[in-house]
């Protein structure tokens, strides 16, 4: 682990440094930052990112942490000191670049333009500071969202150092929140929510000569409790050292014991930093003058910023060197694939003369048309979490049955895979049995007594009325009302799932190896003529189910509509019939006292009464009203089970086979006509190599 590495590490010597950025940076690792640039390069290149290492600032308002941001970056990057306290995150980007002697800043925005834009250090300042006062204003005094900055610079590695606001102590003295407590609790909210990035280092800061007093420490546990992934830095030593007068006091802040900080914390020990980083060589001699003796290698190399950074390089090396063997595979196979696709484009520039061109769309054209018929007999050769449809997606793609107040009818729960992903011809006899079950269940409307009176009419011969005739006119227009737009409505439906098999079996091409990659435009022809083929036999398959609903409503064949005597001898065995009176219809009703309306029994008044209320009386009694509507009912239902058997039939003779048996010839007299044609509008050379 990242304890280890920093345990075998101890024994090393000290790096002496001054404060300049020069000696703050180690020769060794520019090769290794070269190569990480190459390599994060690379990545972003082939779409494979990865982040670079980050390390998260955690400390009081008063720790110093925006001073040993700027120290571990050699140079001032943020305002340091005064009033303006830090109240956003900022994420210091930090790329190695040779070329930059001096630090060039971007300021990274979610402009769709302009993404990145380049700043002063002294500008980028003003931003800070105008950010920080602009949410000083607000009742929100402190947002999670980071001020992104890019800095490349010959003297730093690739390393990304995210600075957080100063955590606040604020008493808890009243019930009442204050200000002051209310905007602690904001920013140990803001900070604990960094903190939970388990690719963070966090770096935590104290500003304390007594380990006893964990502010900061206490709260990164709560987050990271076995501290495995935090280094611990005592700030301001240069302060700190005038209050030692002996040196135990300093050998037990140097080196704390285990009941005051866990040894397991990253790097076995804490820091020591001054606030200017120039101090360094004073500290190490004002502190070996109180313990009358020098440093040994594990204490130096816990003093100072210089000390610090080295830490980090060399922990940030082991991120670096642990991220090769992840994005080098990845790489190698961007590698691969990249010279796969060389190899075919060279075979296809070798391709490129017509007679290759016409072979390889034969072929092509030759294996399509084999999927087709594969997926409507059933295949598992395209995954149906891709490619099939609920019932549910299938209404919203492909439309639903919708009745005649203009909503979509509700499928029987009788449904068979309604809930199941289906595609090809199992979709298609789901569609076709949802039209049975839908349609099937449609009633005849009710009939009115105008509606009768208005079917009437006058005769050309006499003035009798032929109730026969009006229960036939009013049963068509009803039928040919509820019907019509269930069949246009299937046919858009059925259009929809055989469409879908065009993406489906171009798939099953890519899949096996059959497809043609760069000749978009020949596929588009493929993809055309297979949509003009389907739109076809659909308007084809419509016009055949709207002539069965023209001749079933234009004339009424008994036998067809009315299943022959049998289905009127049911019709009528439903009514009654009661001797007429001069009663409302509503006494009628009840003198008919349930006797049948064809019975043996049936008095020569009652028959006399029946044949002057259904030839030629046009006062509507309730027997002939019931007797028509009875009729409208019969007539309705049989040219209902007519056209759902038609609807089905012509479906499957005139749409679904036409798609296995008529459209290969199709295609191939389409695109063999093309070839001889104009071969350059079936193959654009031009584009063919991406």
Known sequence: GDENFARRGAAEKPVDSTGSPERFFQRGNETLYEAYNQLHSLAQEFDKPFDAPAILVVGQQTDGKSALVEALMGFQFNHVGGGTKTRR?????MKYNAACTEPRCFLITDDAGNG?????????????????RRLEQEAEQFWAKEIVVKIEYKYCPNLTIIDTPGLISAPNKSRAVTPLQASARAVEKLVKSKMENKDYIILCLEDSSDWSNASTRNLVLEVDPDMRRTVIVSTKLDTRIPQFSRGEDIERFLRPPARLLDSNILGSSPFFTSAVWEREDNDVAELEKILNRSLDNVERQRVGVSQLRRFLEKLLRRRYLENVPSIVPVLEREYRSAQEKLLHTQEELSDLDSDKLKERG????????????????????????RFGETLADEHIRGG???????????????????????MGGAQWTRALQEFRQVVGTVSCPSVNREEIVNACGVDEVHDGINYTRTACVIAVAKAKEAFEPFLHQLGYRLGHVMRRLLQIAMYMMRKDGQFLNGHELFLKRVGSAYYNFVEESMRNVLGKTMEDLESTTEFVSWSLHSQGSAGLQHVLSTL????????TDQAETAARGGRQLVSGNSSQGHLSALVENTLWSRKLATVTEDIVQALVCQIFVGIRDHIIASAELKMNCFFLMPVIHKFPMRLREELEQAFDEDIDSVFDVAVVIP
Do not use: W
């Not at 380049?118 to 980028?124: F, G, K, V």
């Not at 009654?576 to 009663?583: F, L, Q, R, Y």
């Open 400 to 422: 639903a049955f919708v009745g005649a107040d203009g909503r979509p009818l509700p499928a029987s729960a009788e449904l068979d895979n309604a809930e199941m992903r289906l």
């Open 116 to 132: 990145e834009r380049e700043l002063t250090l002294y500008e980028l300042q003003d931003h800070i500071e105008a950010e920080n």
């Open 362 to 385: 034969r072929a092509f054209y030759s294996q399509f048309v084999t999927k087709l018929p594969l997926l409507i007999r059933g295949t598992m050769a395209a995954p149906v979490d």
């Open 576 to 583: 009654s019939c009661a001797p007429p009176t001069a009663a």
């Open 89 to 93: 995150p900022i994420s210091i980007n």
